[in-house]
C-alpha cells in the first residue's frame, strides 16, 4: 500500500507547481546569489532554538495554505481546522464529527490549532495531504458532497471513502496488508527536517522551503543545520506568550531583502510570461486570459507591497505559474463539485471566488490587526471580535439611524460627504454610500434638508457587528483644481466662506475622512439596542499625505498610521441610534426619521421576507494606468462612468441609470474623484446601477478617461475602457475585480462595431457586485428558469438539469418562486418522458432536502419563504399527481438500497412535499369548478359550501339557523338554493375518477408512512421516522379537505399505533405531534376525536403517572403528556355530554391525578432543553394554571354518580377509593391555596379566581356523600385522613381573600357580580356559604370523631369570626359552633385545652398581623367572643357545673392573657431589634403566667416562638436553653400527651399506607438545643444534652439512632479542647432620670446586669446601647449622681464592665482541669459579679513604696434569685449590692495568683510549632519581678515594722509566701520546656531568661 500510494505520488503532477516548461523566472529567481547569500547567512548565525509545539504549528499552517488543503478533503467547506492523521488530509468540522464516529482504527481526528501534534503526525500530514489523498481515495468516479450538503450525506460518503474504501481504483490497494498503512509508510520515507517543504518546479525541479527562517534552496538540506527543536519546558519564550516570528528569530540582511524585492517586481520576466501564455489562447479562452492576468497580477502587486513573507510570495507565485500553464487544481468547483485541472475559462471563476473569500497573505493578517491596537481610533476593547467579547453586540438584524448634526470644517467650496460602514476584519465595505450634499457655507444644498440630515442603514446583522465594523466618512469637496488658500477662512460651520469664482470649472477633489468605531461602542455599552442616540465627539478630519492615496486613508487610519488634522477643523458630528424589529416600523416610532434616505448593504441580508426584490448592480472604479504622453507633468484623470445600450444603430446612453448611494439623485453619467498630476489614479469610488431584466442582455459599462485642465475649465477625453455586462447566455457578468484594456477616445461608440484602437499599454481597473434578485450570474440557473424562451431541446434541458444539484442555495432561495414555478412547468410539459420526470423528481427532492437543512438556517426566514410560496404563490394544479405518485414508489419497497437513499433524502423534505400536494390539489378542485365538485359528491353544489353566493349561515342562540346575504343586506329563515346549471356529467365522471385515484394514492402514502413508523429496521429508520414525526401535524390536518372525519380519525389511529413503545429514542418526538394535534381543528371534531382519544390515552399512560424520581427524559416525556391532558379536557368541556363526563373522570382518575404536583418540581433547564429540541414553548407557570383550570373543569361538570361509578368500576378495593378520594380532594385544595389567598390564579383574574373557589365548594359538597355513604367512620385510622382533607378545603374555600366581596368598593362589587353572573347566573352565589354549608354538614356527621376534629374547626371558625365580620350570617354561626366545640371537647376529654389553644393562638396571629386592626381583634376576643359564649352558656340548660366552672375559668384566663400577648405582639410587630431585652421580658410574663394557670400545651407554643426570636438575634445560648426547657415540658412517648399517632401517607399501587412514626417533639427539641449550643460554643452543654438523648435511646434500645450521638459527643469533646472560646463579658447598667418613656419607666432607679455580645468590650458596647436607648446620656463618673439629677426629666446611666464571681464551693471543676474547662465553669450559672476600683491610702509624695499603699475597693452586684447566667434572658435585675475594701496583702495575693494560673495556662498549651505565648509571658513575668516586682513584695510586706503596724496581716504573709514559691517553681517548669521547644535563633533570649531567673530565685529568698 505505501510503495502504490508513493509511486502515485511521484507520477502526478504537483498540485502546487506547474508542469510545463514556461517557470524560468523562478529559477532566475532563485538561483546563484539569492541561494549563496541564504546559505551564507545561515552559517554565520549562531544556533537557534524552537519549541516543537510551535515547529509543528509553523509546518500545519504552512500545509493549510497550499492548494487543495485550504479545503475540507471531504466537502469541500473552506478554512479545514481539523484534520484526519490516519489519512493525512485536512478536513473541516463537521466531517470531522463523521470522522470521530468511525473509530480510531478507521480515522484518527485532532484539532489543527488546539491538540498536541506528535512529529509522526506532522510527517503524514507532509507527505500526503488532500490532493494526494483524494486521488488514492477517490479514484473512480463519484458524487461528492458539497459544503451544504445534509450531514446524512456526507456521513454516507465518507463512511464509502474511508472504511469502505469504494472508490480506490484498483483492487490491489483494497486488498493490500502492510504492516503500516500507506500514509505512515509513506512518511516514514520523508527524511527531510521537519521544518524543511519540498516543492516543484515546471521542468520538474525540485527546491526546499525553510518554514522557520523562510530560506529557500535548490540544495537538498541535510542534517539539523543549527536549528534546536527541544521540548515545550524548556522554552522560556513560549511561557512568556511571545509569538514565533521569523522576522525576530531570524534577521534577514537588508541587502537580501531588497534582492528578493527587486526579483518579485520585475515586470519583465511577468510580462514575457504572459505573452508567451497569450500567443497560444484565442476567442473566448483568451477574455478569460486577460481577466486572469489582471486579477493575479493585482494580488502580485499587493503581496509586494503588504507582505515581507517569503513563503506566501512563494505560494502566490506557485499559484500563478498553475494558472496561466493551464495546470491549476482548483481547490473546488463550485459547479460542478469535482476536483479538475482548469484552464483559464473555469479557473476564472475559482480565483476570484479565492480573491474574494481567502486571503493569501492569511499568515501576516493577525500582525496587522494587532497594530491596529496602536492606532487612536481603537482602544483596548477595540478588537472585540478577536477576544471573543461580543456579548454586548446585537444578536439579531437592526438598523442603524444616523443623524448629521454638524459640520465644522474650512473647505471653502462645496462639498459631498460620503458616509458608509466599513468591516475592518473582512476589509471591505457593507454598505453603499450615504451622499450628503452641503455649500460652501456648510448648509444642505436644499432648505428642505436643514436640521433633517438624516440616513438609515438597514439590516446590520451580528456578523457585520462582530467584525469590527466602523463609520467611515470621506469627505470630497466640490471645486476648482487647487485648493485656494484657507488662512484666512473659517470654518464651513461659521457661513463666512467664499464661494468660487464663476469662471472656475467644478471638480471632484479628495479633502478629509473621518472614522468612528461602532463595534467598540457596542461592547462599551454606549450604543444600545432600546433605542437611545449616542453622540460622540465630534470626529476629527484628516486630510490625506498626497491625493492618490486617498482610496486607502482609511486603511491608514485603522493601522494607526499618523495622518494631519485637517487646518481649521472641528470635526463632523453624528448621532446613531441602534434599534431592532422592522424596517416600516421605523417612520412610526421615529417620525423624525420618515423622510431620511435609506442605505442598503452591498449583498443581500440574511433575512429574507416574501416580496423583498433588489436590482442593483454595484459597480467599483479601482483605478487605472494611462500614459502621459507628450506633457511634460502627469495628467490629471478623471474618470466618467456612464452605461451604453446597443440598440443596432450606434448605441446610446441609458438615462439616469446611475446612482451614487442613498440621498443622491440618479445621474447619466457619473463623474469621479480627479487625481492631480498621477497617470495612475486610484480611484476606489462605488456606484449603483438600476438596468431592468430586457435592457441589460444589451448594455456596456462604459468608462471614459479624461484629461482636466482647471484654468482653462476644460476636460479633453483621451482613453476609454468597456464591459458587457452579460455574456452570451445572458448570465451577468462576476463578481470581481476587472482590467479593461483601454482604446482611443473618438467621441463615438466604436466598440459596438469593433473598430476601436487598443492602447496596449493603458487599463482601467473595476470591480462589480451584483445584488439582485432579478438576474443571475448562474448559467444553469438562467437556463433552467429559461427553459421555454430559449428554445431548449429535451436533451439540453435535461443536461441542465443535471447540475441543477450544483447551484449555490442562496441563488436558490433568490429565484425561488421563479425555480418552483420552472420546474413545476418543466413537470407538466414533459409529464409523457419517465426520464425527466425522475430528474425533476431527483432534483425537487434536492431542493427541498436543500431549504430545509441545517444549514440553510444561516439565511434566516428560508423556509417561511416556503411556505409562502405554497400557501400564496404556487399556480400548478397537476404537479401533486407526480410528487404523490412519486413518493408512493419511494416507499414501496424499504428494503430496496437504491430506493431507501432517494427516501431518506425524500423524508427530509417530506412536510413540504405532502403540502405540495395538498396545495396543488385544491388548487385543482378550485379550477374544475364548485358545481362539478358539488354534482361528483352527490348534491346540486359545493360539498362545502352549497349556498348561492353572498349568503352565510348563521345560527341564533337556541341554535335555529338563519341566512344572511351580505351583499343585498336580506335575512331569511328559508335556506336558498344555488341556481341550478347544467353540468357537464363527462367532467363530473372524470372527476370523480379522478378524485377517487387521489384519495386511493393518499391512502396508500398513509400506509406507507404508518408501515415506516412500525418498523425498526434498517437502522436508518429510526432516524426517519424522526423526521417523519415532526412532519406529521402539519400536513394531517389539511387532509380534512378530502376526507371525512371518520377516515381522518382512521388514519391518525393507525399512525399513531405504529409507533411503538419500545423506542425510546423518538418518544418525545411522538408525544409532541400528540399533542400538537391535541392544539389543532382534529381535536375539536368529534367522530375523529372519539376514534384517536382512546390511542392517545393508552400513549399518554405510558409515560405519565410514573412517580418517584424522574430523569430528564422522563419530566420532559411527563410535561408533554400533561399538556395533551389539558388540551384534551379544554375541548371536551366544551360540549359536555353523559359520556364525556364518564371520559373525562377516567382521564382524572386513571391519569391527570397522578402527576398534578408534579409540575412544581421541574426545573427551567429541563423545559429549555425540551422547548429547544421540539421547537416548543412550554411554560411552567402557564401549565400549572392550565392544569388547575384542567381539573377544576372536570371536577365541577362530575357528579356524585359519576365519581359513585369511578369508585365500582375503576377501583378494586377501598385502598384504591380511599386514594382515588383523597387525590381528589388534596388536588383541589393545592389548586386554591396560596400564601395571597387566591389559589392558582392572580388576583387580578377575577372571573378565574371565582371558578376555582365555586368548583371547589362544589367538589366538597359532591364528596361529603362518598364519605358519608363509604368512609363513614371518621374515627378510623384509614378514613380519617379523608374527613379532615375534605374539612381543610371547606375552609379553605372560606378563607379565600378574593371572594370578601363585602369589603370591596362598591364599582368593585358590581363589576364582581357581573363577571359571575356572565358565566352562569347560579355562580353569583357566594362560595363561601355553600363550602361553611358542607363543613357544618361534615361536623354533623363527624359523630364520635369530632372531639379530633376539634382543633381544625376551632381555627377556622375563629378565622370566620373576624375576617367576615361583616357578613353577620356567617359569624353568628361561627360564634354557635365555637360554643359546640367548647362543650364537644369537654364531653370528651373534661377540658378544653384544644380549643382554648387554638384561641390563643388565633388572637396571637391576629393581632401579629401589621394588616389587621388589633384593637378591634383585642375587643373581639376579650369582649365579644366571650361574651357569646357566657350568652350560649346562659341558655345551655344541659350545661354541667364543672363545665361552667370550667368556662368560665377558660374566659377570665383569658382576659389577663390576652392583655399580655397583646402586649407582646406590639413588639413583635414592630420588629425592632434594640426592643430585644424588652420583648424577652414579655414573653418571659407569658410564660410564668401559662405555667401557674397549668396550661402547659400554650406554655410549650411560647417556648418555641422565645427560642425563634433568640435564634435569629444569633444568642444561641439562650436559644439553646430555651429549647432544653421545651423538652422538660415534653414526654418521650406522644400519647401521654394526647396526640394522635403521626403517620405519614404516601401513594400505593393498592393501598394508604403508613409510614414510620418521626421522632417525637421531645426529640426534636432535643436536637435542637444541641444545635445552637453548639452554635454557642457551649459545647458542656451540648454534651449533657446528648446525654439525655443517649441515655433514652439505650432505654429503648434505639441503636441505629444512638451511633450518631455518641459520634456528635466525641466531636464536641474534641472541641472543648482544641477549639478557641471567648467569654462574654458582662456590663453593670444604672438607670437614673424621670425622662424615660412610659413603657420604659420601670428602668428609672434600678440597676440590671447585660450579658455581652461575643468579643464585645465596654467601648462596643455603650455605643450600642446609646443606639438602642436614644438620648440617654451615658455618665462617666462610677459615683451615684446627686438627687437633684435623679429627679430631673433626663435619661441618664452609667455603664461599666463587671466579673463573674464563684465562690470556692461553686467551683465545679477540679483544680487538674484544662485550663479552658475552668474557664468555662467559672463563667457558667453565675448569679454574683464583681466591680473593683483601686485606690492609695496616702498621696504620691507621702508613698514609700507602691505595693505596701495600695487598696481595692470591691462591689459584689447579686441578681434576682431566678436568674442565672447564661439563661432564657440576657438582662438581669440586681436585687443586692455589697461593698468591701481588700488591703494591699491582699491585692498582692490576687495578682499573684492570677499570674500563677496564666503562666500554668501558658505552659500546658506550648507545642513545638506554637510556643510564642509563652516566650513572652516567661520574659514578662521574670523580667518584672527582676526589675523590682519581688523586692517591692519584700520590703514592702516581709518588714519587722510591717508586722509591728499591722499585726492584722501577719497570717495573711505566709498565704503570700506561699503564692510566691508557687510562681517560682511554675517559672523554673516552664524555662524548661521552653528550653526544649525553641529554636536555636530564640536560645539567646532563653539564656537571658536564665540569667534573669537566677537573679529572681536570689531575690525570693524571703
Not at 431592532?580 to 421576507?609: N, R
Not at 443596432?648 to 446612453?653: A, E, N, R, T, V
Not at 497617470?679 to 449603483?688: A, D, G, K, L, S
Not at 520590703?1835 to 515594722?1841: E, G, L, P, R, S
Request: with cysteine.
Amino acid at each position: 500500500g505505501g510503495n502504490a500510494l508513493r509511486e502515485l505520488r511521484s507520477a502526478a503532477p504537483s498540485p502546487s507547481c506547474p508542469t510545463s516548461s514556461k517557470g524560468q523566472h523562478l529559477r532566475d529567481l532563485l538561483s546563484g546569489t539569492l541561494y549563496s547569500t541564504m546559505a551564507e547567512h545561515a552559517a554565520n548565525g549562531g544556533r537557534r532554538t524552537i519549541s516543537r509545539a510551535k515547529l509543528h504549528r509553523l509546518v500545519l499552517e504552512e500545509l493549510m495554505q497550499q492548494p487543495n488543503n485550504d479545503i475540507c478533503a471531504d466537502c469541500g467547506s473552506k478554512e479545514p481546522k481539523w484534520a484526519t492523521t490516519t489519512h493525512g488530509c485536512f478536513i473541516c468540522i463537521e466531517c470531522s464529527g463523521v470522522h470521530r464516529s468511525l473509530g480510531v482504527h478507521v480515522s484518527r481526528v485532532k484539532s489543527v490549532t488546539m491538540d498536541k501534534w506528535t512529529e509522526q503526525e506532522v510527517r503524514v500530514m507532509k507527505s500526503v495531504g488532500n490532493f494526494y489523498a483524494n486521488r488514492f481515495y477517490e479514484a473512480k468516479e463519484h458524487k461528492k458532497p458539497i459544503p451544504n450538503s445534509s450531514r446524512d450525506t456526507k456521513i454516507d460518503f465518507i463512511v464509502e471513502k474511508y472504511e469502505k474504501k469504494a472508490y480506490v481504483n484498483d483492487e490491489e490497494f483494497r486488498r493490500s496488508v502492510s504492516p503500516l498503512p500507506p500514509q505512515i509508510a509513506l512518511a516514514e520515507a520523508d527524511n527531510l527536517p521537519l521544518w524543511w517543504m519540498e516543492y516543484g518546479t515546471d521542468d520538474q525541479r525540485v527546491y526546499f522551503y525553510n518554514v522557520i527562517t523562510e530560506e529557500t534552496t535548490w540544495k537538498r538540506p541535510e542534517g539539523p543545520e543549527g536549528i534546536e527543536v527541544i521540548e515545550e519546558d524548556e522554552v522560556q519564550s513560549e511561557e512568556r506568550g511571545e509569538s514565533l516570528d521569523s522576522d525576530k528569530l531570524f534577521e534577514f540582511p537588508a541587502e537580501l531583502k531588497a534582492k528578493v524585492d527587486r526579483a518579485l517586481n520585475e515586470d519583465d520576466k511577468w510580462n514575457e510570461l504572459v505573452s508567451e501564455r497569450r500567443a497560444a489562447l484565442s476567442g473566448h479562452e483568451l477574455a478569460c486570459f486577460g481577466e486572469l492576468v489582471r486579477i493575479l497580477h493585482e494580488n502580485r502587486r499587493r503581496i509586494t507591497k503588504e507582505q515581507d513573507s517569503r513563503s506566501v510570495r512563494a505560494l502566490m507565485y506557485r499559484q500563478v505559474l498553475d494558472i496561466l500553464n493551464g495546470t491549476y487544481v482548483a481547490p473546488r468547483n463550485s459547479a460542478t463539485g469535482d476536483m479538475v485541472m482548469q484552464g483559464p475559462s473555469e479557473a476564472l471563476l475559482t480565483l476570484k471566488k479565492l480573491a474574494e473569500h481567502r486571503s493569501v497573505v492569511s499568515r501576516s493578517r493577525m500582525q496587522t490587526l494587532k497594530k491596529r491596537t496602536k492606532s487612536k481610533f481603537f482602544g483596548k476593547k477595540s478588537s472585540s471580535m478577536q477576544e471573543g467579547e461580543s456579548g454586548a453586540l446585537p444578536t439579531m438584524n437592526t438598523h442603524l439611524l444616523l443623524d448629521v448634526k454638524a459640520c465644522m470644517y474650512s473647505a471653502n467650496e462645496p462639498t459631498d460627504l460620503c458616509i458608509s460602514l466599513y468591516s475592518i476584519l473582512r476589509e471591505t465595505f457593507i454598505t453603499e454610500d450615504v451622499v450628503i450634499s452641503l455649500t460652501a457655507s456648510g448648509m444642505p444644498e436644499r432648505d428642505d434638508d436643514i436640521g433633517a440630515l438624516k440616513s438609515i442603514f438597514r439590516d446590520i446583522g451580528h456578523e457585520e457587528y462582530n467584525s469590527e465594523l466602523v463609520l467611515l466618512c470621506k469627505i470630497y469637496r466640490k471645486g476648482a483644481m487647487k485648493t485656494k488658500d484657507s488662512s484666512k477662512s473659517s470654518l464651513i460651520a461659521s457661513g463666512t466662506a467664499a464661494p468660487a469664482p464663476p469662471d472656475t470649472a467644478t471638480f471632484r477633489r479628495p479633502y478629509g475622512c473621518c472614522i468612528f468605531n461602532i463595534t467598540e461602542s457596542f461592547s462599551d455599552r454606549k450604543i444600545t439596542v432600546d433605542g437611545d442616540e449616542f453622540s460622540p465627539d465630534a470626529l476629527p478630519i484628516y486630510v490625506p499625505s498626497s491625493e492618490n492615496s486617498f482610496h486607502r486613508i482609511h486603511e491608514d487610519l485603522i493601522n494607526g498610521k499618523d495622518h494631519e488634522r485637517a487646518p481649521q477643523s472641528i470635526g463632523v458630528v453624528i448621532g446613531l441610534t441602534c434599534v431592532q424589529g422592522d424596517f416600516a416600523e421605523i417612520p412610526e416610532k421615529f417620525p423624525e426619521y420618515t423622510s431620511a434616505s435609506t442605505a442598503h448593504k452591498l449583498y443581500f441580508s440574511e433575512v429574507f421576507e416574501p416580496g423583498d426584490e433588489r436590482n442593483d448592480l454595484y459597480v467599483t472604479i479601482c483605478g487605472g494606468e494611462f500614459q502621459q504622453g507628450m506633457k511634460k507633468t502627469a495628467k490629471n484623470v478623471q474618470l466618467a462612468v456612464s452605461v451604453v445600450c446597443d440598440d443596432g444603430s450606434g448605441g446610446q446612453l441609458v438615462p439616469n441609470c446611475i446612482t451614487r448611494g442613498a440621498g443622491a439623485g440618479r445621474e447619466t453619467t457619473f463623474h469621479a474623484v480627479v487625481s492631480r498630476h498621477v497617470n495612475n489614479p486610484n480611484v476606489e469610488e462605488t456606484v449603483r446601477l438600476e438596468l431592468s431584466p430586457d435592457d441589460i442582455d444589451r448594455c456596456y459599462l462604459l468608462i471614459e478617461a479624461a484629461h482636466c485642465v482647471g484654468h482653462k475649465s476644460k476636460v479633453d477625453f483621451f482613453s476609454y475602457g468597456y464591459l458587457r455586462l452579460t455574456d452570451d447566455s445572458g448570465v451577468v457578468v462576476a463578481d470581481g475585480e476587472k482590467r479593461l484594456e483601454c482604446f482611443a477616445h473618438n467621441g463615438k461608440f466604436d466598440f459596438l462595431d469593433g473598430k476601436m484602437k487598443l492602447k496596449p499599454k493603458e487599463s482601467i481597473r473595476v470591480r462589480t457586485r451584483l445584488t439582485s434578485t432579478k438576474h443571475t450570474q448562474n448559467e444553469t440557473l438562467r437556463s433552467m428558469l429559461n427553459w421555454k424562451n430559449k428554445g431548449q431541446r429535451p436533451p439540453d434541458i435535461m443536461e441542465k438539469l443535471k447540475r441543477f444539484t450544483y447551484i449555490d442555495p442562496f441563488e436558490i432561495i433568490k429565484f425561488m418562486r421563479e425555480v418552483f414555478d420552472a420546474m413545476f412547468m418543466i413537470f407538466d410539459e414533459y409529464e409523457s418522458s419517465e426520464d425527466m420526470q425522475n430528474l425533476l423528481f431527483d432534483n425537487l427532492v434536492f431542493l427541498l432536502m436543500t431549504l430545509c437543512d441545517e444549514k440553510a438556517k444561516q439565511y434566516k426566514n428560508v423556509l417561511p419563504l416556503l411556505d409562502y410560496y405554497i400557501e400564496r404563490d404556487l399556480t400548478n394544479t397537476n404537479v401533486h399527481r407526480t410528487i404523490l405518485r412519486k413518493l408512493n414508489f419511494y416507499f414501496a419497497d424499504l428494503e430496496d438500497t437504491a430506493k431507501s437513499r432517494v427516501l431518506r433524502q425524500c423524508l427530509k423534505g417530506l412536510k413540504y412535499h405532502l403540502k405540495l400536494i395538498i396545495a396543488s390539489r385544491k388548487l385543482f378542485v378550485a379550477n374544475v369548478g364548485p358545481e362539478i365538485t358539488g354534482a361528483a359528491a352527490g348534491g346540486g353544489g359545493d360539498a362545502l359550501d352549497d349556498l348561492p353566493e353572498g349568503w352565510t349561515e348563521h345560527r341564533t342562540g337556541e341554535g335555529k339557523p338563519y341566512y344572511h346575504n351580505a351583499i343585498t343586506n336580506e335575512t331569511t329563515w328559508t335556506k336558498p338554493q344555488r341556481e341550478v346549471q347544467e353540468i357537464d356529467t363527462e367532467k363530473v365522471r372524470a372527476f370523480q375518477e379522478d378524485d377517487a385515484s387521489f384519495r386511493q394514492e393518499i391512502h396508500k402514502l398513509m400506509n406507507a408512512i404508518t408501515d415506516l413508523m412500525s418498523r425498526t429496521k434498517p437502522d436508518w429508520v429510526i432516524i426517519s421516522q424522526g423526521i417523519t414525526l415532526r412532519a406529521f401535524p402539519s400536513f394531517y390536518e389539511e387532509l380534512f379537505l378530502f376526507f371525512d372525519d371518520v377516515e381522518m380519525g382512521q388514519l391518525g389511529k393507525a399512525f399513531l399505533e405504529a409507533i411503538h413503545k419500545e423506542k425510546p429514542r423518538i418518544t418525545i418526538e411522538k408525544l409532541a405531534v400528540i399533542w400538537a394535534l391535541t392544539r389543532s381543528s382534529i381535536w375539536q371534531r368529534e367522530a375523529a376525536r372519539d376514534i384517536l382519544l382512546p390511542t392517545v390515552m393508552e400513549q399518554v399512560k405510558q409515560h405519565i403517572g410514573a412517580g418517584g424520581e424522574r430523569t430528564t427524559e422522563e419530566a420532559q416525556q411527563t410535561l408533554l403528556c400533561l399538556e395533551i391532558l389539558c388540551d384534551t379536557v379544554r375541548v371536551v368541556e366544551q360540549r359536555p355530554t353523559e359520556k364525556s363526563n364518564w371520559d373525562l373522570c377516567c382521564l382524572l382518575g386513571d391519569v391527570l391525578l397522578k402527576d398534578v404536583s408534579f409540575v412544581h418540581s421541574v426545573d427551567h433547564e429541563t423545559v429549555a432543553q425540551l422547548n429547544g429540541r421540539c421547537n416548543l414553548k412550554i411554560d411552567i407557570g402557564e401549565l400549572t394554571m392550565r392544569m388547575g383550570t384542567s381539573v377544576l373543569s372536570i371536577l365541577s361538570m362530575l357528579t356524585t354518580q359519576d365519581l359513585e361509578r369511578y369508585l365500582a368500576e375503576r377501583c378494586a378495593d377501598d385502598a384504591q377509593r380511599r386514594t382515588f378520594v383523597f387525590d381528589v380532594l388534596s388536588c383541589t385544595e393545592q389548586f386554591i391555596r396560596s400564601e395571597d389567598g387566591t389559589g392558582l390564579f392572580p388576583f387580578q383574574w377575577a372571573f378565574l379566581v371565582h371558578f376555582a373557589f365555586d368548583a371547589a365548594a362544589q367538589v366538597a359538597a359532591k364528596a361529603l356523600p362518598l364519605l358519608e355513604s363509604r368512609f363513614g367512620d371518621a374515627d378510623s385510622r384509614e378514613n380519617r385522613p379523608l374527613w379532615e382533607v375534605l374539612v381543610r378545603l371547606c375552609f379553605s374555600v372560606v378563607r379565600g381573600r378574593f371572594l370578601a366581596i363585602e369589603d370591596f368598593s362598591e364599582g368593585r362589587q358590581k363589576y364582581w357580580r357581573f363577571l359571575c353572573s356572565a358565566r352562569d347566573p347560579v355562580d353569583a352565589r357566594d362560595p363561601r356559604d355553600a363550602a361553611v354549608s358542607t363543613a357544618l354538614s361534615a361536623w354533623g356527621k363527624l359523630g364520635g370523631a369530632k372531639a379530633r376534629f376539634v382543633s381544625i374547626f376551632a381555627r377556622n371558625l375563629l378565622y370566620i369570626s373576624t375576617e367576615c365580620r361583616k357578613r353577620e350570617s356567617l359569624q353568628r354561626i361561627a360564634f354557635e359552633r365555637y360554643y359546640d366545640l367548647l362543650r364537644c371537647e369537654f364531653e370528651a376529654l373534661h377540658d378544653v385545652k384544644s380549643v382554648e389553644e387554638e384561641t390563643v393562638s388565633a388572637f396571637d396571629e391576629s393581632v401579629c398581623d401589621a394588616e389587621t386592626d388589633s384593637a378591634f381583634i383585642r375587643e373581639h376576643f376579650r369582649t365579644t367572643l366571650a361574651q357569646s359564649v357566657r350568652d350560649n352558656l346562659d341558655t345551655d340548660q344541659s350545661a354541667s357545673e364543672e363545665f361552667m366552672r370550667r368556662v368560665n375559668e377558660f374566659i377570665n384566663d383569658q382576659g389577663s392573657l390576652f392583655d399580655m400577648i397583646y402586649d407582646l405582639a406590639s413588639m413583635k410587630r414592630d420588629k425592632d431589634p434594640e426592643m430585644e431585652d424588652e420583648t424577652t421580658k414579655q414573653y418571659l410574663y407569658v410564660l410564668d403566667f401559662l405555667q401557674k394557670t397549668k396550661r402547659n400545651d400554650l406554655f410549650v407554643k411560647y417556648l418555641r416562638q422565645l427560642h425563634k426570636m433568640h435564634r435569629s438575634c444569633g444568642n444561641y445560648v439562650e436559644a439553646g436553653i430555651v429549647a432544653e426547657k421545651e423538652s422538660e415540658m415534653l414526654p418521650w412517648d406522644d400519647e401521654e400527651n394526647g396526640m394522635d399517632e403521626a403517620t405519614t401517607r404516601v401513594r400505593s399501587d393498592s393501598a394508604v399506607v403508613t409510614l414510620e412514626a418521626p421522632e417525637c417533639e421531645k426529640i426534636q427539641a432535643i436536637r435542637r438545643a444541641i444545635e445552637c449550643f453548639a452554635g454557642g460554643k457551649d459545647f458542656e452543654r451540648a454534651i449533657a444534652a446528648c446525654d439525655v438523648l443517649g441515655a433514652h435511646y439505650r432505654k429503648t434500645y434505639d441503636y441505629e439512632r444512638l451511633g450518631p450521638v455518641l459520634r456528635e459527643q466525641a466531636s464536641l469533646y474534641e472541641a472543648i479542647i482544641h477549639e478557641q472560646r471567648f467569654p462574654c463579658e458582662y456590663f453593670y447598667v444604672a438607670f437614673y432620670g424621670k425622662g424615660f418613656p412610659a413603657e420604659l419607666a420601670y428602668l428609672s432607679g434600678n440597676a440590671y446586669i447585660y450579658k455581652g455580645d461575643p468579643l464585645e468590650k465596654l467601648g462596643d458596647f455603650r455605643e450600642r446601647f446609646a443606639k438602642r436607648l436614644s438620648g440617654i446620656q451615658l455618665l462617666q463618673s462610677l459615683d451615684e449622681p446627686s438627687a437633684e439629677q435623679q429627679e430631673s426629666d433626663a435619661m441618664m446611666a452609667i455603664v461599666t464592665n463587671v466579673k463573674p464571681c464563684k465562690d470556692a464551693h461553686e467551683n465545679e471543676v477540679a483544680a487538674g482541669a484544662p485550663s479552658s474547662v475552668q474557664q468555662y465553669f467559672a463563667n457558667d450559672r453565675i448569679s454574683t459579679f464583681t466591680m473593683s476600683r483601686s485606690f492609695h491610702g496616702q498621696s504620691k509624695e507621702e508613698r514609700v513604696n507602691e505595693f505596701s499603699d495600695l487598696f481595692t475597693k470591691e462591689t459584689k452586684y447579686t441578681i434576682e434569685e431566678s436568674v442565672m447566667f447564661p439563661g432564657m434572658k440576657r438582662r438581669a435585675l440586681v436585687v443586692q449590692r455589697k461593698e468591701r475594701t481588700m488591703t494591699p496583702v491582699e491585692n498582692a495575693i490576687a495578682s499573684m495568683r492570677t499570674t500563677n494560673a496564666d503562666l500554668r495556662d501558658c505552659i500546658a498549651a506550648a507545642t513545638p510549632e506554637n510556643y510564642s505565648s509563652l516566650t513572652m509571658k516567661l520574659n514578662g513575668v521574670i523580667d518584672a519581678a527582676v526589675q523590682g516586682g519581688v523586692r517591692m513584695y519584700r520590703d514592702a510586706f516581709f518588714t519587722d515594722k510591717f508586722r509591728d503596724e499591722n499585726p492584722e496581716e501577719v497570717p495573711k504573709l505566709d498565704e503570700l509566701r506561699q503564692v510566691l514559691h508557687d510562681q517560682e517553681a511554675i517559672l523554673a517548669r516552664g524555662l524548661d520546656k521552653h528550653g526544649s521547644l525553641c529554636s536555636s535563633e530564640v536560645q539567646p533570649l532563653q539564656d537571658k531568661m536564665q540569667r534573669f531567673f537566677r537573679k529572681y530565685k536570689e531575690d525570693s529568698q524571703l
